[in-house]
Nanobody, 121 residues
Framework: QVQLVESGGGVVQAGGSLRLSCAASGSRFSISRMAWYRQAPGKQRDLVAAIFSGGRTNLADSVKGRFTISRDNTKNTVYLQMNSLKPEDTAVYFC???????????????WGQGTQVTVSS
């Protein structure tokens, strides 16, 4: 089993910054893809950023130049640094990890519990 714990959400004024973290705990696993999604009220859950085991990243067009995704493989943790925040960034942010257990052939998808980010104008 793997547990994901998210932290770092909160309330910030427009133009401010927040850093989200998502740490995975457990045993005998590796992590391939690590990603952040967000879901605003009444809207679908959208991909914000992803980072792969080799370090390649993908960012949604709406956050390019403002958000940075990174990972620390020694801590099984993914981060989302969010700068120049806008009111439209307000949403619940979820981490999503591709977990490959040592006795499995295919990775399993795990979701964090979600953390609220509110940007006031």
């Amino acid at each position: 089993q793997v547990q994901l714990v998210e932290s770092g959400g909160g309330v910030v004024q427009a133009g401010g910054s927040l850093r989200l973290s998502c740490a995975a705990s457990g045993s005998r696993f590796s992590i391939s893809r690590m990603a952040w999604y967000r879901q605003a009220p009444g809207k679908q859950r959208d991909l914000v950023a992803a980072i792969f085991s080799g370090g390649r990243t993908n960012l949604a067009d709406s956050v390019k130049g403002r958000f940075t995704i990174s990972r620390d493989n020694t801590k099984n943790t993914v981060y989302l640094q969010m700068n120049s925040l806008k009111p439209e960034d307000t949403a619940v942010y979820f981490c999503n990890l591709g977990i490959l257990f040592s006795d499995a052939y295919l990775p399993m998808e795990y979701w964090g519990q979600g953390t609220q980010v509110t940007v006031s104008s």
